[in-house]
C-alpha cells in the first residue's frame, strides 16, 4: 500500500492562491490514479480533481473547473494540486488519494489509500 502525506496548506485571502503537494511513499504511484477531494465542516467529502499519469488525463469538478490544476512529478512520486483564485467557499480540509486500478474515478470509495488531509482557509 502507498503512503501519502499532503503539504501546503494555510491561509490565503480571496483571489489568492496556494499549491497543496502530496508526497507519496512505498511505491510509484504513475501508474495509479490519483485524486484530490476536500471536506468542510458538517460537510461530505467532494471530488476536487482527478489524474491518470499513465494516458495523461486530468478531470475535475465543475466547482473549481478553470482555477484548480492537478499535476505530477516526472518521478512518479508526487501529485500536485494548484489552487488560483481561491474562494471562502474553498475552505475545507484537502485529501490526497491513491487508486491502484487508476479507474479515473471522482468516487471515495474508489480511492484505497488516503492522506491525513491539510487545512486550506479562505479568508479575509
Known amino acids: 500500500q502507498v503512503q501519502l502525506v499532503e503539504s501546503g496548506g494555510g491561509l490565503v485571502q480571496p483571489g489568492g492562491s496556494l499549491r497543496l503537494s502530496c508526497a507519496a511513499s512505498?511505491?510509484?504511484?504513475?501508474?495509479?490514479?490519483m485524486g484530490w477531494f476536500r471536506q468542510a465542516p458538517g460537510k461530505e467529502p467532494e471530488f476536487v480533481a482527478g489524474?491518470?499519469?499513465?494516458?495523461?488525463?486530468?478531470y475535475y469538478a465543475d466547482s473549481v473547473k478553470g482555477r484548480f490544476t492537478i499535476s505530477g512529478d516526472n518521478a512518479g512520486n508526487t501529485v500536485y494540486l494548484q489552487m488560483n483564485s481561491l474562494k471562502p467557499e474553498d475552505t475545507a480540509v484537502y485529501y490526497c488519494?491513491?487508486?491502484?486500478?487508476?479507474?479515473?474515478?471522482?468516487?471515495?470509495?474508489?480511492?484505497?489509500?488516503w492522506g491525513q488531509g491539510t487545512q486550506v482557509t479562505v479568508s479575509s
Open positions: 488519494a491513491a487508486d491502484s486500478r487508476a479507474y479515473g474515478t471522482r468516487r471515495a470509495g474508489d480511492f484505497d489509500s
Open positions: 489524474i491518470r499519469w499513465s494516458i495523461g488525463r486530468t
Open positions: 512505498g511505491r510509484t504511484v504513475s501508474s495509479y490514479g
